[in-house]
């Protein structure tokens, strides 16, 4: 073999690993289908300890549940008949200056725990929805996103929009209207991404309760 084609090889070798999807967590929990994909449409089907990939675009089936650990130790768990792309997850103990955790909530719902990203660089991560974008201050919440056309597991009596609790630590909301912030125990609505977001003490109907598999941890009730 050449010189001219041993450089080519390597260079395709190299740009073969540059492209390569980052592995940004594993399916930590599962209970039905789950399904991940990937940029380029090719569609695969996870279970326990599955690696999902930034770029993915999870999903999960009517009845099924399903909890995602990224690699910073965070969490995100899915109700049935939710959509979110993991548009990009990157973390190395040694280099905070890389963290990015940017995820799109299509439709459904999740509960988000925070973990080491969200503690040491809290302002890279952002949820974005199509009625707002979320940031954290070292955060668990709650989102639930209707589309109001054929919701597979919509929580009863929500209206069509994006529905938010914080249970711990506090979000934040940025879209057309404004900047707004939600604190421990409050749920909010916002109807869509020009709409300033409505604030309530009491749970309007959220609902998010797990199978009992899934172990102890925050869960909402209306």
């Given amino acids: 073999m050449s ?4 450089l080519a090889l390597l260079m395709w070798c190299c ?21 991940a994909r990937s940029p380029n449409g090719a569609v695969r089907q996870l279970k326990l300890q599955s690696e999902v990939e930034s770029g993915d675009t ?9 909890t995602v650990r990224f690699i910073d130790n965070s969490e995100l768990t899915l109700k049935p008949g939710t959509a979110i792309v993991v548009e990009q997850f990157s973390f190395d103990g040694d280099k905070p200056e890389a963290d ?7 439709k459904g719902g ?8 969200g503690k040491r660089n809290k302002e890279k991560f952002a ?25 597979a597991d919509p929580s009863p009596g929500l209206e069509p929009g994006l529905h938010v609790h914080v249970s711990a630590g506090g979000i934040s909301l940025v879209n057309e209207a404004g900047q707004f912030q939600y604190d421990p125990g ?12 409505v604030k309530m003490f009491a749970n309007p109907g959220m609902q998010f309760a797990p199978p009992a598999s899934f172990g102890e ?6």
Avoid: C, H
């Fill in 127 to 151: 949820m974005k929805t199509p009625s707002a974008t979320i940031g954290i201050r070292g955060t668990t919440f709650f989102l639930e996103y209707l589309t109001g056309r054929g919701d």
């Fill in 3 to 6: 010189i001219k084609s041993v």
């Fill in 15 to 35: 740009a073969a690993l540059a492209s390569a999807a980052q592995v940004a967590g594993v399916v930590a929990q599962a209970s039905g289908p789950l399904t």
């Fill in 100 to 106: 990015r955790a940017a995820f799109t909530l299509v």
């Fill in 58 to 66: 999870l999903a999960t089936a009517a009845g099924a549940w399903a």
């Fill in 186 to 197: 409050q749920f909010g609505f916002i109807k869509n991404n020009v709409t300033k977001p």
């Fill in 110 to 117: 999740l509960r988000s725990l925070s973990g080491l990203l």
């Fill in 217 to 222: 941890a925050d869960t909402l009730k209306p």
